[in-house]
């Protein structure tokens, strides 16, 4: 528990301080041009590359060396909780990126589906820790799949957001796709050291 809870605040803390002051600026813009819709579609995807580019170098950077940065800076018996954040790194991403979008669900009154998702999130989240506890009982699977989880639905719930904002899933991909590729590629790089 304590491995799981420096990783996921060391990981959550930098990227919510900026991905809420990003959320606030995009919030107040959005209430502007509400009811403008390609001003809307314009600004919500001019925010996503905004912090798909902020959030990709930390994220990066921990996917391919969580566990040595947390042994170099916590000390070697605080490793395992890097290899935690790396498990974690994806869904915070994806959580950076959306948390600010998901402004626009207040400014579009969507709090029902708001609730919806969260209740989704929550469900999926506490069943697979309750399954996979007693089933497994081991803590890194554990924790790869609460992040696994965490980035699919985050990321479903970008989609979402970005329909609203008119925003096809064609151009979501195109958007999306380079800095995909990129966090495999730290993923996989991350794997081998």
Known sequence: TGFFSLSQRILQIPMMLIGGS??????????EVRDKSDALRL???????????????????????????FALVFGDEW??????????AIWIYIVFISSPLSQLMTVLDKQRELLFFNSILFTARLGWILW?????GNAELVVVGYGVIGSVIWLRFVFYVMHLAGISASEIFRQILPFSVIVIGATIIGYFI
Do not use: C, R, W
């Open 43 to 69: 600004l919500t995807k001019s925010v996503n590359q905004k912090l798909l580019l902020i959030g990709l170098f930390p994220v990066s950077t921990i996917l391919i060396a969580g566990d040595h940065i």
């Open 22 to 31: 990003v959320g606030q600026v995009y919030f107040q813009e959005a209430k």
């Open 79 to 88: 490793a395992v909780a890097g290899v935690f954040a790396q498990s974690l």
């Open 132 to 136: 996979a506890g007693f089933m497994f």
